[in-house]
């Protein structure tokens, strides 16, 4: 049986992106995160890139014990949020390659799995790079 913390998370988490989606896109769902595809940006590169923005927060509020100058996003919402952009970037990539709603399709599942591990392990090493040269005052982001 799931935990009912984490179901009540998962609640509250939908609930945050539609009110989010809703200030956000307006109109069209996840408009805003598309919006970097005007630039020649695949919209879930960019939304990897908030997702970054998002990890910066949490390794700034870790080394600080929580304490930060922006009151009201605690490390706790951060997290909530990376969680809403890390499903938000698997549907923009499912429809980036060609899945539907936002899903890997059955008919070539192996070789588009092997295509997102691939990519995962070189985001997770990028990460992994970004952490250390954090740790070393040297940030430089490589997406």
Known sequence: MASETVLKIFDDLKELHNAKDSDYAGEVPLSNFRRCEQFGIPAWKGCLVRLSDKFSRVVSLVQKDGDHAVNGESLIDTLHDMAVY????????????????????????????????????RVSEDVKENARAWNENEMVMKW
């Open 86 to 121: 890390s499903i938000i970037t698997s549907v923009l990539l499912g429809e980036a390659q060609g899945a539907t709603r936002g899903c890997v399709s059955m008919d070539k599942e192996g070789e588009r799995a092997a295509k997102i591990e691939n990519m995962a392990y």
